[in-house]
């Protein structure tokens, strides 16, 4: 969806940052206009670029005039910010809903993936402006990150450490790190097809999660206990080699 990791720390001190005004328009603006032209960015932006797209480009998409485009919204890094934040708004408003809901924490869990997974996995579009697009910019990934995936992360986590105290998970899980597994992977399952031009995802959010969940192991004891001790060195595996004796004329 986004970046591969955010760091809550970045926030400077004070407390969380308000982020930047989101456009609304001139007064009395038309939001089925607003809306078109948004819309419109998505498209242009997907198809040619954020830096090749032109804001004529946007305009001829959504049917409106060039300078209709600038009564709403700055320039183009503006619109395509606000892409980014509407939405994110709505994956954490739908995102807040499962995560507060009564299922279990592995079904919560697996409908939060799969609220990733829809919402980029069924625009092309959309999912290479975040998928690519957002990357190639240090002011959008930090805009974004800085609140919106930190949020996200934090839902995530959530449900993670709920499972944790009632049992359902093991009581040594990692939450932070569980989160960034979870979403990592649903990261790239994205990004191989996006860029792999696939007709769909390679998985979908019951078979990851039950992935992640299960492990790779057979579930046998002797599995575990192998996964238990440090990982064996690169220097143990080196096979030791004999001294050389000098060679006498």
Request: charged share 30%; glycine share 10%; no cysteine.
């Amino acid at each position: 969806m986004m970046a591969h990791s955010a760091n809550p720390a970045s926030r400077r001190a004070g407390g969380p940052e308000t982020p930047e005004p989101r456009s609304e328009g001139p007064a009395g603006a038309d939001p089925e206009k607003r809306r078109r032209i948004l819309e419109a960015a998505v498209r242009t932006f997907g198809h040619r670029g954020f830096h090749d797209a032109k804001i004529a480009d946007i305009a001829a998409a959504a049917r409106v005039a060039e300078g209709t485009v600038y009564l709403y919204f700055r320039n183009k890094g503006d619109l395509l910010g606000t892409v980014f934040d509407e939405t994110m708004d709505d994956l954490l408003a739908r995102g807040r809903e499962i995560a507060s809901g009564p299922a279990s924490a592995a079904e919560r869990l697996t409908g939060l993936a799969d609220l990733h997974l829809q919402v980029l996995g069924s625009d092309r579009d959309l999912a290479s402006l975040f998928q690519i697009e957002l990357r190639r910019s240090a002011r959008l990934m930090e805009r974004v990150i800085r609140v919106k995936l930190v949020d996200y992360f934090r839902l995530l986590g959530g449900v993670v450490k709920e499972g944790i105290a009632s049992g359902e998970f093991r009581a040594d899980l990692d939450s932070r790190l569980a989160v960034r597994i979870l979403f990592g992977a649903a990261d790239e399952i994205l990004s191989e097809w996006l860029l792999g031009g696939e007709a769909e995802p390679i998985a979908n959010a019951r078979k990851l999660v039950g992935t992640l969940l299960h492990g790779f192991s057979a579930g046998n004891g002797a599995s575990r206990a192998r996964l238990a001790g440090p990982p064996p060195s690169a220097a143990a595996k080196r096979p030791s080699r004999a001294p050389q004796r000098s060679k006498k004329a």
